[in-house]
């Protein structure tokens, strides 16, 4: 319900309503060389992590260690002019040593702020600062409820994050703080049998929602979609723990992760994210979205093809704004089967941004 709320307060709050009737201007009229500020921005902020998580990049790469300086994050904010920013990419956050005055200046420019995070380094500072910044949004990957599971996919001990993630509930509780805090689980053939056992879990731990994703969405590119079958009993089981818990924000997690599963073939579908969320490197290079900063990690080659520019040694709208980014979101929007990593990815957006880009690229564009 707090989640809800909050999704509700920040859709419609008023001063945010301008930048929503701009970005369904830019779909409709396929403004992709001039578009409006992007909606959300996600900054990667520290290219290195604690963990060495089973499925992720990082457990095959070793990325030199950097942190992206607190005057570059101000000097993108500013300039960006995005209403949702979000303060991780691939790495951890609170590896950042500025990490805090990071919090407090996104929140002090009046934006809806989230962090994903793997909960392992948060002390009772960190938390302490986590909550008096403002933040709206705190994202702790877990994967899973079992422990022995946790062990194995990430490496580390299951009471410790929850024990941290207690210490921010508590924090936030105390001093009534709008922050929700969600846990995210990255799904694959080896948890997803878990997944109901998560939802009753879920419920007795200090989270207040749960974000469910499938691991060959995030990190694969997900062409094999329509053929998990054999995962629907799962589903449907999740699907009636989470109706008897009355959660209606576990109920929506597991549908999400269901429509990942089931959708349908690239060609039916259609992204727009390179129009409104873009990716920042922590080396300041501009990219469609999160999947391809994952895409171009493993594959660095394809960086050449996805990059608009670079947001440090330019002015953001002089790369956002370029004839190369509008090449870029332009051959996504209309035939990313042809751009490699997209063709296999299987965003789909919400069904009023399916529609207008039907729409436009029926009636405007063709
Ligand atoms: S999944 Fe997240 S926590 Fe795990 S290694 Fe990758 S960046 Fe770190
Ligand atoms: S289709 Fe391409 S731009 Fe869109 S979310 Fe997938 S990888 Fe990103």
């Not at 994967?143 to 062990?151: G, H, I, K, R, V």
């Not at 508590?170 to 846990?183: P, T």
């Not at 008897?244 to 259609?270: H, Q, W, Y």
């Not at 979101?329 to 789909?348: H, L, M, P, Q, W």
Request: some cysteine.
């Amino acid at each position: 319900m707090r989640f809800a709320v909050l999704m509700f307060r920040k859709i419609f709050r008023l001063r945010n309503m301008p930048s929503y009737a701009a970005k369904v201007r830019d779909l409709v009229f396929y403004r992709t060389e001039k578009p409006a500020p992007p909606l959300r921005l996600q900054l990667e902020l520290a290219s290195v992590c604690n963990l060495r998580c089973k499925f992720c990049v990082l457990s095959v790469l070793r990325r030199e260690k950097k942190f992206m300086p607190y005057e570059s994050v101000k000097k993108i904010l500013d300039e960006s002019k995005a209403g949702y920013v979000q303060l991780s990419g691939i790495g951890e956050t609170f590896l950042h040593p500025d990490i805090a005055r990071i919090m407090r200046y996104a929140k002090n420019g009046g934006r809806f702020v989230k962090i994903t995070t793997n909960g392992l380094l948060i002390t009772g500072e960190i938390a302490e600062s986590i909550v008096d910044s403002g933040l709206d949004m705190l994202d702790v990957s877990i994967d899973t409820t079992d422990p022995a599971l946790y062990s194995r996919i990430r490496g580390a001990d299951f009471a410790k994050v929850i024990n941290n993630i207690r210490t921010v509930y508590d924090c936030r509780n105390l001093r009534k703080s709008g922050l929700v805090i969600r846990a995210k689980h990255i799904y694959n053939a080896e948890n997803i049998a878990h997944l109901p056992s998560d939802v009753e879990k879920l419920a007795e731990l200090p989270f207040d929602e749960a974000l469910f994703l499938w691991v060959r969405d995030i990190y694969e590119g997900s062409n094999q979609n329509g053929q998990r079958g054999e995962f629907l009993p799962i589903l449907e089981k999740a699907l009636q723990k989470a109706r008897e818990l009355k959660r209606p924000g576990m109920i929506e997690a597991v549908n999400i992760l269901k429509e990942t599963l089931f959708s349908g073939t690239t060609a039916d579908k259609c992204c727009c994210e390179p129009l409104y969320a873009p990716y920042v490197t922590v080396d300041g290079d501009l990219i469609p979205c999160c999947k391809c900063a994952m895409w171009t990690l493993q594959r660095p080659e394809n960086m050449n093809g996805l990059k608009m520019g670079n947001v440090l040694t330019d002015s953001f709208d002089a790369v956002w704004q370029s004839p190369r980014a509008a090449g870029i979101r332009r051959a996504i929007i209309e035939n990313r089967a042809a751009v490699n990593f997209c063709g296999t990815c299987s965003k789909d957006e919400n069904a009023v941004f399916r529609v207008i880009n039907r729409f436009s690229r029926k009636f405007i564009y063709s």
